[in-house]
């Protein structure tokens, strides 16, 4: 089972960017897969800096799918045929962003009580010869069972894998899972489903596939945020000890700090990119604020040195 799961990072707003990844992935072992902040419209047309991150992302050192979000079957065909033509061959849906300014407008989890949305998604999908497709999602917008309204359009659609947060969107990040809903849903659905949401150490990992053996994988955000060397622990099944963790969660921070250091302009611009890498590491209270109130480099890096994990 260990050699057969999917082990996939996943699409962070802020954080997993080409500089996170490509350093991520040049310290792990495991070939995992990643995926991109979402790519939007914006005026009318692909967001040229979404496809500009896009094209400095093409044949580097990890496998990457691009996620779109959108609201309607012309922003959908927009976003798919620019990915398409950037080089890439397969596309993420977001059909789970639980935030209030995407969902208000019909994105991300509103897309999923639209039946009719749905259905064109599917015809439109097959038009789109050779490219795989995948879908990531919530149970429901304001109900954990809302994905049975529509489970068999999702059915139809051609896909290569189903990713679901066992949330609705209402409760953003928030709250327990609805586990026995997943689980209907594992049975109901004729695709492969990766599991996402609250996995945080290699045992969640391991009690993810012991509830839900038939998952073909599982998909981590935050977790791997603060805890890089998650899947490797879980594949050798040695997890370290704090002090290895903490060890490795700086040495990646600054392969993405040299990168920054090296193309980006003046203290500020450095830090206002860097300084959110912390916000979800398990680092002291202490250090944390330290590293907020950093208004130089130096200052900063002499924060950086002092960490030490909360206890």
């Not at 798919?80 to 849906?93: F, H, K, P």
């Not at 009580?113 to 990531?136: C, H, Q, T």
């Not at 040695?238 to 090296?262: I, N, P, Q």
């Amino acid at each position: 089972m260990k050699q057969n799961l999917q082990l996939m990072v996943a699409p962070m707003q802020g954080y997993t960017d080409v500089v996170w990844r490509h350093a991520h992935a040049s310290m792990s072992a495991e070939a995992v897969d990643y995926y991109t902040p979402f790519i939007r419209l914006e005026r009318g047309a692909p967001r040229q800096r979404d496809m500009r991150r896009l094209a400095s992302s093409l044949n580097v050192n990890h496998r990457l799918t691009p996620q779109i979000i959108f609201r309607d079957i012309d922003e959908f065909r927009s976003l798919v045929s620019a990915v398409v033509a950037a080089g890439y061959n397969r596309v993420d849906l977001n059909m789970g962003c639980p935030f209030p300014p995407q969902v208000k407008h019909g994105r991300g989890a509103a897309t999923l009580p639209n039946r009719r949305l749905l259905s064109e998604l599917a015809d439109e999908m097959k038009r789109f010869d050779g490219i795989l497709f995948s879908v990531k999602m919530r149970l429901g917008v304001d109900a954990t069972d809302q994905w049975r309204d529509v489970i068999d359009v999702i059915n139809g659609m051609p896909l290569s894998h189903l990713t679901v947060h066992p949330r609705m969107a209402v409760s953003q990040y928030d709250g327990p899972l609805d586990e026995a809903q997943f689980d209907a849903l594992l049975v109901t659905t004729s695709h492969r489903v990766i599991y996402n949401g609250e996995i945080k150490s290699p045992s969640d990992i391991d009690r993810v596939i012991a509830r839900f053996p038939s998952v073909a994988g599982v998909m981590v955000g935050r977790g791997l945020l603060a805890r890089p060397t998650l899947f490797d622990e879980w594949r050798s099944g040695r997890e370290m000890d704090s002090d290895a963790r903490l060890e490795r969660l700086v040495a990646l921070h600054d392969r993405v700090f040299e990168h920054y250091a090296a193309t980006l302009c003046g203290d500020d611009q450095v830090l206002s990119n860097i300084k959110s890498y912390w916000e979800y590491s398990p680092i002291d209270r202490r250090s944390l604020k330290a590293i907020r109130k950093s208004a130089t480099i130096p200052r900063y890096l002499s924060a950086v040195r002092a960490i030490t994990f909360d206890r």
